[in-house]
């Protein structure tokens, strides 16, 4: 038995060991969502998180089932999202690409607003500072602030290439954002480079009034919130003229002040029209793809059900603490 007549949503797959907050989801959207693999047959949509996905085997697709994936790892590091023939066996995509049916950048409106935080003052002796603890390496990353390095000083917090320890108990995000401030220059660089993949790493240092020397996507451009906001490693030909390049500008308080004029002027349109058009959550947006049951592009649809257009996220919250499992006790009851 279920009150619920919306397109049933099944996560096949976690988010690297997680599922998304599906009461939140079954509460404020017109969809049903479910992850339990039993109701595969009953399913509208198949989510899965390519990702999590390697080694296992696809189940078999009934017929008028629509497939969607999801990633947000880089073509690079998952070549199958590149591979046309894999592709093609879905119908609706979600990830960091432009083009995907459900697009999924690194940023939403919310960086939009974070982006308007006035930079504080820099206070290390060292301009340039660096976080990178994963070993994981397809663009070269590691190699170059090695030989950077060689040219200038680099504060390097991570666990790779490590010369510094914060001061104080570490809190994850928090502390690196209040670490980047005070460094004129941070390194921004992806694991890997491809078009549209852009990272937090790039806009984490935007946030906290650092400038991003940036090495990954050739399209970052169309990413940058404001005018002269970045550097881009692709423009030098080796470290050593990115490290000359670093040190004169650094040294020069009115050419350094540049690179931050922007904070100060409104973001540009084109960034604002993107973090707007991904407002929304985007597994509501996806429900609003799906929702009249076919797969349409992006979709307009916000996906919201009549519930979740009245209530109010604190409540929502409300509902996924304490209460969540008598309530996930009761909706068993009813669907049986």
């Known amino acids: 038995m279920s009150f619920r007549t919306g397109p049933l949503i099944l996560l096949y797959s976690t988010f690297f060991g997680r599922w998304p907050n599906l009461l939140r989801l079954n509460c404020e959207t017109a969809c049903r969502f479910t992850i339990d ?8 949509v ?3 998180h390519l990702p999590t996905m390697r080694g296992q085997e696809f189940p078999m697709r009934y017929p008028g089932q629509l497939w969607a994936v999801f990633s947000m790892e880089s073509s690079i590091n998952f ?12 119908d609706i995509t979600m990830g960091y690409w432009r083009d995907a049916a459900v697009w999924t950048p690194y940023f939403n409106l919310g960086t939009a607003k974070l982006l308007r935080s006035p930079p504080v003052e820099k206070t290390e002796a060292v301009p340039l500072v660096y976080f990178q603890s994963s070993h994981f390496d397809a663009s070269g990353r590691t190699g170059y602030v090695r030989a950077l390095m060689k040219h200038m000083p680099v504060d390097s917090y991570g666990r790779v290439l490590n010369n510094r320890r914060l001061p104080g108990p570490d809190r994850g995000g928090q502390s690196k954002l209040r670490t980047i401030a005070r460094y004129k220059f941070t390194l921004a660089f992806e694991n890997s480079i491809t078009k ?11 946030i906290a009034g650092s400038v991003p020397v940036y090495l990954g996507a050739p399209n970052i451009a169309e990413f940058a919130p404001g ?26 308080e009115a050419e350094y002040g540049k690179l931050l ?35 349409t592009g992006r979709g307009m649809a916000d996906g919201l059900s009549a519930f979740g257009r009245i209530s109010s ?23 049986h």
Not at 330 to 335: S, W
């Open 46 to 48: 198949v989510l899965f």
């Open 313 to 335: 996220r604190p409540f929502i919250r409300w509902l996924s603490g304490p209460p969540r499992a008598l309530l996930h006790y009761l909706f068993r009851l009813l669907k």
């Open 227 to 252: 005018k002269n906001c970045f550097i881009n490693v692709a423009d030098f030909d080796s470290p050593a003229s990115l490290a000359a390049y670093l040190e004169r500008i650094g040294a020069d």
């Open 196 to 206: 549209d993949y852009v990272t937090e790493k790039f806009f984490e240092p935007l």
């Open 79 to 90: 070549p199958a999202l590149a591979d046309r023939e894999f592709m093609r066996q879905f």
């Open 261 to 295: 004029a922007w904070k100060a002027q409104p973001l540009r349109p084109q960034f604002l029209a993107m973090a707007e058009s991904v407002r929304t959550w985007s597994m509501y947006r996806l429900c609003g793809v799906i929702g009249d049951g076919t797969a």
């Open 37 to 44: 693999r039993r109701r595969l047959p009953e399913a509208k």
